[in-house]
């Protein structure tokens, strides 16, 4: 490896560095505020309810680089998860055609996402916003209730074991060290940091923005329906108002993790170490029985707290 | 005769309001330089975008390497090896020089990922072909303008081209610079590489290219040889009129000291400057690419900290430490990056105009759009600023006719003393000739100005006074008949041998 390569790598962003002491400190706390919070159990508590966010943030951090806004994750989390577990109903010779079947439709939902916008030129915030009332709309009129019921065997995708290690936060752990290694080498992950950074600039270097642009919601469209059917696997059936919750909070993460809204600045590790401070600062503060009303008020001071020691004061 | 590369057969493009061109016919060959000229607003930037790809023509059509073409992006355009150096700078400011040099263009290895180490590598050859010192692993955010202009222009060279299109890539950039791109232009002509030039310094075509055609309100004039005709007339072609001395007599009596500045610290950038200037006065201020004259501007203007010593603004000491302050004790500065620091993009001429002198037009907080409208109007006229109104999104203007709207905003703002850095960037002559006489009419008027300019001629025709700096400290000062290219190069330049990139 050359010098000057070492060099790129060794390049943090120091909100990376500012999220990463915050964890720390929380996870610091925690060993002071009760002493159930270091056990095995309630540390697997929190590497098992990071996967949800993670997975959904993970989505929203490709669509937020390039400048834009996903808000239909919610939608499609709820639908998916709501068909699998309906059409399935405890039919395991079901499973792999139906999810199959799911996975397919939020990819094409997100690809539509991404068509709508690049061809009508309408902003993201309103063409998703748009998208996930109808799939609100859509959800709500095949279920009002959870519906059906999941195999018993497809609790394996959440709570399986290998050697006594969790595979579910390992794996989304790997995914997200995938896709960084995409984002940073692969030609396409530098096109995402361009369209986000420059539009115009990316359309006349040559590069087929729109396509970069379809190919992150199709993305994010992806990745929300692994949330929804690891959602399905967590609770053993889907709910219509579940995706509710990650229409914005998995946006949270995001910024608080030093990706910029305009775009063009960020990565998905900061994204994944602002998943683990959203989740260790829950647990603890349910250690602590704070009611969830001053959970709202304290997860919102951090988040602005947070991102303001990032925003960019000219410097000499 | 050589082959054609290009052909362009009656090309039209309307705007809204505007026809940017009309039925115009351009044709380029094999190894020749052919220099683009025309005022402002003429429609040269349109023409190679139509040619790119980034516009698509009204009507007409395009013959590249014999067949005829129709891009519907510049996508297609660079695959067919057409590389553009567009006029407005095309750069990610949070991606690296290395990155930005080789965006679209990246050597990868397999599974399409990116040869970082080769990408490195490359870039270094290819800045220090031009004798500059970037780090290649530097993000763009953190380059002067000019460092951005040298970015921008190696990233067209490092492409296999055919048609190589430059859109005035000298603007901002010193002669020093601008002497290693032509040495570079000369070696691609000799390989067979068609070059389109576009400049408003005149010299530079006279220098480098072997024919030059004039476009004029959106129409052909006509395609010269440049052996075959003289700078006036190719200039009264340009303007449609004969243009007497491009700069106004020099003389005027200074009166008293307006700004004086000692030995002003601004971070490790600027050290220990220190000058002075008197009302009635046009100091120049002369150096290299990276010398600083933009950060010192910054220090006095308040948009960077001065980290020591003090400056005066008529007689009295300031303690100014942002722009709002500065502006309010009499300072104007125009900035040279009239992208990111000058213009809001998205707002109308008027807009930008009245804004740092909003106040003047309201009754009660109320804005008297009225008297705003009248006023800008005014203004235009003033300037030759070419749009329909001044309604008109700044976004839509031709480079020259955006600079012309900064230009009236900080005159109008100004109480007192004014910085320009690089008024004329990107300016036409018939409007510099009119942009110079403004100047020295402000002068007269008892203004003191404090001129940052990268075009020597520009300093030596305007300036009383001409101070010089190399790399954030003071190299000397000149005053009458001192001030020559000469002279002042040799300040900028003195011990520059030892100079090493760090
Ligand atoms: N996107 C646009 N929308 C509307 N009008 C435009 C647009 N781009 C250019 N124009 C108009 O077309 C005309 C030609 O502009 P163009 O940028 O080609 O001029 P130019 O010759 O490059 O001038 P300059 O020397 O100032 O760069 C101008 O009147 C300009 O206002
Ligand atoms: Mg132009």
Redesign the pocket.
Known sequence: MSEAFKKVVSKIDPSIGIVSGLVLLLVIAGFFVSDRFGTTQNLLNILENSVSLGLASMGQTLVILTGGIDLSIGGIISLTSCLTSGVINGNSSLMFPVIAGVLLLGIAIGALNGVLIVRLGVHPLIVTLGMSMVLQGVTLMYTLEPPGAMPLSWDLVAYGKLLGVPVAPLVMVLIFIAMWAFLKKARLGRYIFAVGGNAEAARLSGIRQNRVVVFVYTACGFFATLTGLYLVSRMGIGDPRIGGYYMLSSITPVVVGGTILAGGKGGVIGTLIGVYLIIVLRNLLNFMDITSFYQWIIEGVIIIVAVSFYVERKKV | MAETVLQVKSVT?H????V??NQVDFNNYAGEIHALV??????????I?VIAGA?QPDGGEIIFGGQKTVWDSPHQSREAGISVIY?EFNLFPDLTVAENIFMGNEPLKAFRLIDYPKMIKESDELLSKFGICIEPLKKVKDLSVAEQQMVEIAKGMCNQTKLFIL??PTAGISDQEAETLFERLAVLKAEGVSVIY?S?RLGEIFQIADRVTV?KD?NLVDTFDTKAIDKNTLVSKMVGRDLEDIYPPKGGEAGGEALSIKSLSVGHLVKDVSFSLRQGEILGLAGLVGSRRTELAHGLFGSLPITAGSYKLGGREVSATNPQASIRSGLGFLTEDRKNEGLVLGQSIEANITMPILAQFANNSLVDFKREKNFCQQEMDKYAI??KSGE?LV?????????KVLFSRWVQACGGVLILDEPTR???VGAKVEIYKIIRDLAESGLAILLISSELQEVVGMCDRVVVMKEGRLAGELENDQISEESIMHLATLSRENFVCD
């Open positions: 493009k705007f809204p309001g505007v940017a061109l025309g005022e402002n607003g003429a429609g040269k930037s349109t023409l975008k516009y006029q859109d005035e576009i408003h476009l959106g070419v749009a008109v976004n839509n203007l031709s480079g020259g006719n955006q600079q990107g300016v036409d």
